[in-house]
C-alpha cells in the first residue's frame, strides 16, 4: 500500500509518497519520490542506525522509511495514497 508522509523538517513542511517498490526516477530515493528536502535527509541516512530505535536505515524498504521520517522529522500525518 502506497502512503503519503507529511511532516517538518526543521520547520519547513514536507511531503513524500512512500511506495511499496522502488520507483528509479530523478526526484525518488528508494521507495520514496516528493520533497528533495525529505530526500536528501534520508539518503545522508541510508545504511545507518536511527538515533532513537537503532534501527539500519534502507530506503528501499517502505515500512523502514516511514520509522526513518518518524525519528529524523516531525511528522503530522501518515495516510495511504489515493488511487489514481
Known amino acids: ?4 508522509v507529511e511532516g517538518y ?4 513542511y514536507y511531503a513524500v509518497q512512500i511506495s511499496d517498490a522502488a ?7 528508494g ?4 520533497a528533495a528536502a525529505a530526500r536528501r535527509l ?3 541516512h541510508n ?3 536511527l538515533p532513537r530505535s537503532g ?9 523502514m ?4 521520517l518518524q525519528e529524523l522529522t516531525d511528522v503530522i500525518h501518515v495516510r495511504p495514497a489515493e488511487a489514481g
Open 65 to 68: 522509511v516511514v520509522q526513518a
Open 1 to 4: 500500500m502506497d502512503r503519503i
Open 23 to 29: 520507483q528509479g526516477g530523478d526526484d525518488t530515493i
Open 42 to 44: 534520508l539518503e545522508f
Open 31 to 34: 521507495v520514496v519520490s516528493g
Open 47 to 49: 545504511g545507518q542506525p
Open 55 to 63: 534501527n539500519v536505515l534502507d530506503v528501499n524498504d517502505p515500512d
Open 9 to 12: 523538517i526543521d520547520g519547513v
